[in-house]
């Protein structure tokens, strides 16, 4: 099993999104983002590549620029020349800043593979894969681990001090080459800024695990849709469970779906004297969803999605046995299953101790419950 920074992001941000792309292949749309992104990372491996471990001339960067410039993803001939033009503003600013001193690369787009030693808890091998944008010896003597970025905004610099992607440039480097780097960088290239952040020792164990829960996930086939940011942008909307209504032709029906969703967001804002209708109306909307094996279902104005979660509850003899000897039975003396969550979380418990409190649930079903989201605003 092989995963990587971006595959480990795709799973977070949408497991079902992950399982369409890494596991069934399916082929994305190519975009402007990604043809200019590539296009950028190709001239910027070039200025690095010299073997007079010298700054090229900025004209035969932009010949660079030109040679290797990806044309798909564009919607028009203009869009893609207002991104060329662009790209050359960016290699014109990035060669004026890094030109003079020119600091020669000890790695250039490094490809990495690593065993992470899982075999043990996964049952099978799990490898870390990426690919470094660049590796540097800086006058100061550091090692500098750098990845370059084309996003047009910068994020907040807590978010960069503990980027997953930087944790494991910094596992790789370790594990590589035994050195662990001092600084590890997002080189943002469009507005020209470098945040700089570090990592200590115990990080290498943080992504091992994070890797190892993403890797159970996966192999256990956990590939539920999850409604994210990123869904507008998502190639797979129209395959989507919590998009398949909003594409599919609509035929004549016994009742009216759109009507029913505008009319049940509309009772569930008003709630109180209304409440019977809209009971009516949730039962016609669980009707709809269930005979047409949906999970979200659209109208004009608004989306109805359903989501279902176990419903169990604990024998508490068996949870006062384990806790109770542990001095932990009071914490939870009305198992309450926030406060069990999180105690069972909280890494205080062994995993046998875990699992016997997980063996002890009593399964009661499924309780069903219907979000609503207006998508515009009432007329």
Request: glycine share 4%; charged share 30%; aromatic share 10%.
């Amino acid at each position: 099993m092989k995963l990587s920074y971006s595959s480990i992001s795709t799973y977070k941000n949408c497991p079902l999104s992950y399982k369409f792309a890494y596991v069934d292949k399916l082929e994305r749309r190519k975009s402007p983002a990604l043809s200019f992104g590539s296009s950028i990372h190709q001239a910027l491996h070039f200025f690095y590549s010299n073997p007079l471990q010298k700054a090229p001339n900025l004209s035969d960067l932009i010949q660079c620029l030109d040679s290797n410039w990806l044309r798909e993803g564009y919607s028009s001939p203009e869009e893609e020349a207002s991104y060329k033009e662009l790209a050359i503003r960016v290699l014109n600013k990035f060669h004026e800043a890094n030109s003079e001193p020119f600091v020669a690369p000890l790695a250039l787009e490094h490809k990495f593979q690593i065993d992470l030693g899982l075999e043990g808890k996964l049952g099978q091998k799990c490898f870390l894969t990426g690919v470094i944008d660049r590796v540097q010896k800086n006058p100061d003597g550091s090692i500098e681990v750098i990845d370059y970025k084309t996003n047009k905004r910068l994020p907040p610099f807590a978010q960069v001090d503990k980027d997953l992607q930087l944790s494991i440039y910094y596992f790789a480097a370790k594990e590589t080459w035994g050195v662990e780097p001092e600084k590890l960088t997002l080189y943002f290239v469009l507005p020209d800024i470098a945040m700089t952040t570090s990592r200590e020792k115990n990080e290498l164990e943080r992504v091992r695990g994070e890797v190892l829960l993403t890797a159970s996930s996966i192999l256990k086939e956990e590939f539920d849709p999850k409604e994210n940011p990123l869904c507008p942008w998502c190639d797979f909307q129209p395959i989507c469970p919590l998009f398949k209504d909003k594409f599919k032709d609509k035929v004549e029906e016994e009742f009216d779906i759109e009507s029913i969703i505008d009319e049940y967001v509309s009772l569930k804002e008003e709630l109180g004297s209304k409440k019977v209708r809209l009971d009516t109306l949730r039962d016609q909307i669980y009707n709809y969803l269930a005979v047409n094996q949906l999970k979200r279902a659209f109208s004009e104005i608004n989306a109805i999605t359903l989501s279902e979660y176990p419903d169990f509850q604990y024998d508490v003899d068996s949870i006062r046995s384990i806790l109770e000897p542990l001095g932990l039975f009071g914490e939870v003396v009305e198992i309450k299953r926030n406060l069990l969550q999180a105690l069972l979380e909280s890494g205080r418990l062994s995993e046998d101790q875990v699992r016997s409190i997980e063996e002890s649930r009593i399964d009661k079903g499924s309780v069903k419950r219907l979000l609503s989201k207006r998508l515009t605003e009432k007329s």
